[in-house]
């Protein structure tokens, strides 16, 4: 039996969800408010070696960059610092992503229903 297709309104209403509710629950209660930013930047601070240990979340600065290229060829060279980019932007992101889930509002139904009906071009 085929499963029925949902409309893009029905899609937008309920996202997939990455997280468990167990999951949510402790992301917000180690992540939001105040004393949940302070957790974010001694993570940020952990994964991710800054000068500026206060700077926002978004404005890392590379301290590996300072690594021994020299015994590298330009290819190897290339590839080290892209990876290392592309770590930089991955914890980035996660971080954010913790971030977004313990700061989302959890909204009712009848809440929900009413923001749709706002966002609505009829």
Do not use: C
Not at 19 to 38: L, N, Q, V
Not at 43 to 66: E, F, H, Q
Not at 79 to 84: E, K, N
Not at 107 to 120: F, H
């Amino acid at each position: 039996m085929e499963k029925p297709q949902k409309s893009p309104l029905q899609l937008a209403q309920q996202p997939p969800r990455f997280f468990s509710d167990k999951e949510e629950a402790y992301i917000r209660s180690t992540f939001a408010g105040e004393e949940g930013e302070k957790n974010l930047k001694i993570l940020r601070k952990a994964l991710l070696p800054v000068y500026d240990a206060d700077g926002s979340i978004g404005m890392a600065v590379d301290l590996w960059t300072g690594e021994n290229y020299s015994n590298m060829l330009p290819e190897q060279q290339v590839q080290a610092v892209l990876s290392r980019i592309h770590f930089i932007n991955s914890v980035e992101k996660t971080l954010n992503m913790l971030k977004t889930v313990a700061n989302r509002v959890e909204e009712t139904p009848n809440q929900q229903a009413e923001r749709i009906r706002k966002d609505s071009t009829r």
